[in-house]
Structures are given as structure tokens and as C-alpha cells.
């Protein structure tokens, strides 16, 4: 095991860093992206084809596994990670997004939120000293503090209120998490998209000190632009020698964005939420197999990524299983947009240590520009 929680950054270009964090399981490369695996699994895929495809991290999430199948079962598993057999690092979120996002009947004080589940309408209490404790016995190699995700759109006063709730709730946590060789604990920064609300989340944050630090309540519905403006308002006041995570983001050219800026950490349902509604992300846009054009096309999804889903089906036999109903299909293609992601992620580190990242990312969104399909030809 590691003696310390350790980020190292390696290189940097304009604002972009390569970085390396070293955990109690395992070190990572960054910038990372890590898949979701929300419920102790990344969904339609083997935690051994994950890392086949480069994921060094992935992550899971408080809310759902305290509601099912429970803390205390997955504790006396020794954790997430020996509970799903992943061997790497594993981040778990803090649970504040999902009680605003799915649960009923929710009551928010300044001692933490009281809600109904979502799956059976049970009644539960989570507190920062809850979650806090939640994710010390699901063993999280990364541990996120308790906050209040404030909703899209909404009136500065309540995001300035909610921002500093958040804020006394980052200190609960701290002062709640229990510190050990190579675990980190993230505080996350809110504000909205109130550049001033940002800065003042993030001073918040320095002064209580974590070892990572989170830009949350973006990709709400406030859009790539607004949330760009808010990174470049956001991130110069994070600290330069610990790990930045934006959280839930996103779309290919969301990462590429982001990291221009600074991010170093992201995670998105999308790869794997996207393979099971047929889509693909290449090198030349997004793919939509439902499309009839695809059902003689012999040519592979994706020649330039090292994934067997990317390089040795053609798109007509995905065209064939999506339109089938065949589980094969969603399975494939998730194996196929978490490896491009990974492959995506090693471009923006290769290019930022060889100093070109410019022509990268200009490259990228010509590439992306010419190649994007639509679903006007689907039959």
C-alpha cells in the first residue's frame, strides 16, 4: 500500500496538465476518464473487459448501493471493489446529485436531506457524517464530501445559499473522514454559473484542504458554452498541485474542452448509456446503427482504437443485433464507446506531453465536424 495520496503533475501544455495520482490501489494517468459504474457494475460490461480497454479508475455511487443491496452487505464483502472484482482505484459520488435527481419527497436542513427511495418509498437520513461513513465502508479509494447539487436554472439567492450550505457541509464531511495511506478525500465546488459564487466555493474549499478538488452542478441543461465560461471563471482559484474533477461530464468534445482548461478527472454515464440506445462514438462523429445506411456497411466501427468490439464487427452486423433486440448488440457497443473514450483520453495526454495539444484538439473537431450521423435515413 502507498504511503501517501500523491499527484504529481508531469507536464503541461498552456493550461492542460499530464499528471500522474498514485492511490492505495493502483496509480492513474491523467487527465482520466472513469466509467460509471453507478450500482457496482458499469453496466453491460465485465469489470476485466473495462480495464481491457485502458480504464484505470472507474466509479460508483452512495445512493444507489446504500438503497440496494445495502452498505452492510457490500462491507462484509470488504468493499465495492472486492464486491465487483475490480482491482483498481475506485471513486464513489457522495450521493447529493442522486437524492435532487431521483428520490421523492425530499427535505433539505442544515443537519442533511431526508428523502424517499426511489425504488420502494422507504424513508432515509443522509447527513455529510452519513455519506461520509457510508463510503469508508464501501472502501472508495476516492471519497466525495456531501453537498446540495443546486438545480438549473435557478435564482442567484438560492445558489448562493445553497453554495454555502454546501460549503458547511464540506467541513462536516472533512472533520467526519477518517484519513489512511493513499485514500483521498475531494471537496466540491458549487456556484452555479456565478463566476464570483465560484471563486469564493472554491476559497471556501482551500481553506478547509482537501486532496482533490471537484467542480460540480455543471452539465445540468446550462449548456457547453456557459459551462466552459464557468470552468475558465473556476478553475484558476483550484490549487495547481492537487487533482480537478469535473464531474458527470460528458461528451467527447465536453472532455477535450475541459481539458484545455485544466481538468484533470471525469466521469459520464454516457459511453455505456449510449451503447444501449445504439449509438457509437468514433474518431469521425457519432454513429447511430438504428440508421438503414449502416445495414450493408462492411466497414468496422472504428479501425484506429486496439478494441476487438471496435475492429472486428462490421456496422451492418450492429446494425443487424440493435435492430434485433439482441443484448449482444448493447454489450458491444458499450465495450466499444468506453474504449474510445479511453483512446481519446491517451491522445490528449500523448499530446500534451509532446507539447501539441492545439493541433490535437483542431484536429478533433475537424474530425468530428465531418463525420457526424444523423438520424434522418433511419429506417
Known amino acids: 500500500m502507498t504511503e501517501k495520496f500523491l499527484f504529481t503533475v508531469l507536464a503541461t ?33 465485465f469489470p476485466e473487459t473495462v480495464a481491457a480497454t485502458g480504464s484505470q479508475m472507474i466509479l460508483a455511487n452512495t445512493y444507489h448501493l446504500m438503497l440496494r443491496p445495502g452498505v452492510e452487505r457490500i462491507a462484509r464483502f470488504g468493499g465495492v471493489r472486492q ?14 446529485f442522486q437524492v435532487m435527481s431521483l428520490s421523492k419527497l425530499r427535505k433539505i436542513t442544515e443537519d442533511g436531506v431526508t428523502f424517499q427511495s426511489h425504488i420502494d418509498g422507504l424513508k432515509h437520513h443522509l ?35 445553497s453554495m454555502k450550505m454546501s460549503m458547511r457541509w464540506a467541513k462536516r464531511s472533512k472533520d467526519a473522514y477518517v484519513d489512511r495511506p493513499g485514500y483521498g478525500l475531494f471537496g466540491i465546488v458549487q456556484g452555479g454559473i456565478h463566476g464570483d459564487l465560484r471563486a469564493e466555493s472554491a476559497q471556501a474549499l482551500r481553506e478547509i484542504g482537501f486532496d482533490g478538488y471537484a467542480v460540480g452542478g455543471l452539465a445540468v441543461g446550462e449548456g457547453q458554452p456557459l459551462m466552459f465560461t464557468t470552468l475558465d471563471h473556476t478553475v484558476p482559484h483550484l ?3 492537487r487533482p480537478r474533477y469535473l464531474m458527470g461530464v460528458g461528451k467527447p468534445a465536453d472532455l477535450v474542452g475541459a481539458v484545455l482548461r485544466g481538468i484533470d ?3 459520464c454515464v454516457l459511453p455505456t448509456r449510449s451503447g444501449r440506445t445504439a449509438q457509437a462514438f468514433t474518431t469521425f462523429g457519432a454513429l447511430n446503427l438504428r440508421n438503414a445506411k449502416h445495414a450493408d456497411d462492411p466497414r468496422p466501427l472504428d479501425e484506429s482504437i486496439d478494441c476487438p468490439a471496435s475492429r472486428n ?12 433486440e439482441e443484448i449482444l448488440g448493447l ?8 474504449a474510445y473514450y479511453q483512446h481519446l483520453m491517451k491522445g490528449l ?13 483542431a484536429k478533433f473537431a475537424a474530425d468530428q465536424a465531418a463525420g457526424e450521423d444523423g438520424d434522418d435515413d433511419a429506417a
Open 13 to 45: 501544455d498552456g493550461a492542460a496538465r499530464l499528471g500522474k495520482l498514485v492511490t492505495a490501489h493502483g496509480a492513474v494517468d491523467t487527465p482520466v476518464f472513469m466509467p460509471v459504474g453507478t450500482a457496482a457494475t458499469v453496466k453491460a460490461m
Open 83 to 96: 464486491f465487483m472484482k475490480w482491482d483498481g482505484p475506485l471513486l464513489t459520488d457522495s450521493g447529493g
Open 127 to 161: 447527513t455529510p457524517e452519513r455519506s461520509i461513513q457510508i463510503q469508508h465502508r464501501l472502501d472508495a479509494t476516492v471519497t466525495m464530501a456531501f453537498d446540495e447539487c443546486t438545480p438549473f436554472p435557478a435564482e442567484r439567492e438560492q445558489v448562493e445559499t
Open 239 to 241: 490549487p495547481a498541485d
Open 265 to 267: 478527472m471525469f466521469d
Open 313 to 324: 464487427y462490421s456496422r451492418a452486423y450492429y446494425h443487424h443485433l440493435i435492430r434485433s
Open 331 to 338: 454489450m458491444l457497443l458499450s465495450w466499444h464507446n468506453v
Open 349 to 361: 495526454r500523448d499530446a500534451i506531453r509532446t507539447g501539441t495539444l492545439s493541433a490535437f484538439a
